[in-house]
C-alpha cells in the first residue's frame, strides 16, 4: 500500500443494489490494510452499514446543500475538508465527474472505476448462454481500490462471521413469534425495479402456499405503497406468510433479514442485502442475467434461476433489465413456483 494513503473518501449515491454490493468489498478493505474510509452516500442507505467497523458516513442532500453546480461544489469544499489522501469515485456519472472536476481545482487526487459499460452492451447484444461470465460488480469495486495499491482478497463472508450484526429486543420478540417450531425462516421479495425483473403476484402466492405446506414460515420484502398492498394480499390469502413492508423502519427490516435461513429474491437489492449477512441467496432472473455481474455476493451459480430462453430467446435485452421486448411480458412466468420451491429446498438441505 502507498505510504501516503491514510484516508479515503469514497462515493456510490444509488441504486440501492449498487450501494449494497460495497459492503463486502469495504469490509474486505478494511480488514487488510490499514487506512480509514469515508462513503459519500444518501442518508436513507446509512443502515446498510451500520456495523463496518473503521468506516465513516457523509451522507448526500441532493435536493437541497449539495443541489446543482454550487451544491456540487459545496460539497467538494466539504471533501476537502476531510482531508483525504485520494477520492474514489464507485459512481461514475455526471454529478460526480463534476465533482471530481472541482476537487481537481482544490488539488485532491481522484480516481474512477470501470463499470464495463460497453462489454456489458456487446454481451447483451451477441448473448451466448455459454460465453464466460463478465467480472461482477464487487470485482469491479475491487479493482478500483487494488489499483490505488491496496491489498484486497474478497473472500466470501461465513456467516458466523457476520452474528455481530444487532438485533434489538423488539425485532427478537417479534422473531420468536414468528419463527416455527420444525421449518425454516424464508424471505420472499417478488418486487423489483422493472416488470420484467417481477415476480408475478399469483406466483408468488403460489409459491408462498407451497413453503408454508412444507412448515417454514414466510417474511415477504418489499416497499410502502403499492408493492405493500400486493404482499399483504398474498400474505392475506397465505397463512404462514407474512408481510414486513410499510411496517418497520429499515434499520429493523435489516435486522429480520439478518435472522433468516433463505432469502429468495429478483435481480434486485434485497438479494444483495441479504447475501452481505451471509444468508443464502436465491436469485430469479427474468429479463436479465446473472452473467452480466450483479448477482448477490459470494452465492453459487447454482443459486440463480434464470428464464427459460427457449421460450424468450430474445432475453436478456439491456444490462438492467428496463426494456422488456415484444412477446416477453410473461417471462417470468417461465420460472415456475415448483422449480422455484424445489431448488429453495435443495438449498435448505
Given amino acids: 500500500m502507498s505510504p501516503s ?6 462515493a456510490r449515491f444509488s441504486a440501492m443494489g449498487d450501494v449494497a454490493m460495497l459492503v463486502p468489498v469495504l469490509r474486505a478493505v478494511l480488514r487488510q490494510n490499514q487506512l480509514r474510509i469515508t462513503l459519500i452516500t444518501r442518508p436513507q442507505f446509512a443502515p446498510i452499514f451500520s456495523n463496518i467497523e473503521g468506516l465513516s458516513l457523509k451522507t448526500l442532500d441532493l435536493k437541497n446543500s449539495h443541489a446543482g453546480m454550487m451544491g456540487l461544489w459545496r460539497l467538494s469544499r466539504e471533501v476537502k475538508s476531510l482531508k483525504p489522501d485520494h477520492f474514489l469515485d464507485l459512481h461514475d456519472v455526471l454529478r460526480t465527474k463534476i465533482l471530481k472536476g472541482f476537487l481537481k481545482i482544490q488539488g485532491i487526487q481522484y480516481s474512477t472505476f470501470s463499470k464495463g459499460r460497453a462489454e456489458k ?11 464466460p461470465w463478465l467480472k461482477s460488480t464487487h470485482e469491479r469495486y475491487a479493482d478500483a481500490f487494488s489499483a490505488l495499491g491496496l491489498k484486497l482478497e474478497l473472500i466470501p463472508q461465513e456467516r458466523a462471521s457476520l452474528e455481530q450484526f444487532a438485533i434489538s429486543s423488539v425485532v427478537q420478540s417479534h422473531l420468536a413469534e414468528l419463527r416455527p417450531p420444525q421449518g425454516r425462516l424464508i424471505g420472499l421479495a417478488p418486487f423489483a425495479a422493472y416488470p420484467g425483473k417481477t415476480y408475478p403476484v399469483e406466483s408468488t402466492r403460489e409459491l408462498c402456499q407451497k413453503l408454508v405446506q412444507q412448515g417454514h414460515t414466510v417474511l415477504l420484502f418489499g416497499a410502502p405503497g403499492a408493492e405493500q398492498e400486493g404482499l399483504e394480499s398474498v400474505a392475506s390469502s397465505c397463512d404462514g406468510a407474512h408481510s414486513v413492508a410499510g411496517k418497520w423502519t429499515f434499520n429493523q427490516e435489516l435486522e429480520l433479514m439478518s435472522a433468516l435461513d433463505l432469502m429468495i429474491a429478483m435481480d434486485s437489492s434485497n438479494g444483495h442485502l441479504a447475501a452481505n449477512f451471509g444468508l443464502p441467496v436465491l436469485t430469479l432472473w427474468g429479463a436479465t442475467h446473472p452473467s452480466l455481474g450483479f448477482a448477490p455476493y459470494g452465492q453459487p451459480r447454482a443459486n440463480q434461476l434464470c428464464a427459460d430462453r427457449t421460450v424468450f430467446p430474445m432475453i436478456p435485452t439491456s444490462v438492467y433489465g428496463n426494456k422488456l421486448p415484444p412477446g416477453a411480458a410473461q417471462v417470468m412466468h417461465s420460472i415456475s413456483p415448483e422449480r422455484v420451491l424445489e431448488k429453495a429446498l435443495k438449498i435448505l438441505d
Avoid: G, M, P, S
Fill in 5 to 10: 494513503l491514510r484516508h479515503i473518501v469514497v
Fill in 121 to 131: 452492451n456487446k454481451r447483451v447484444a451477441q448473448f451466448e448462454d455459454a460465453a
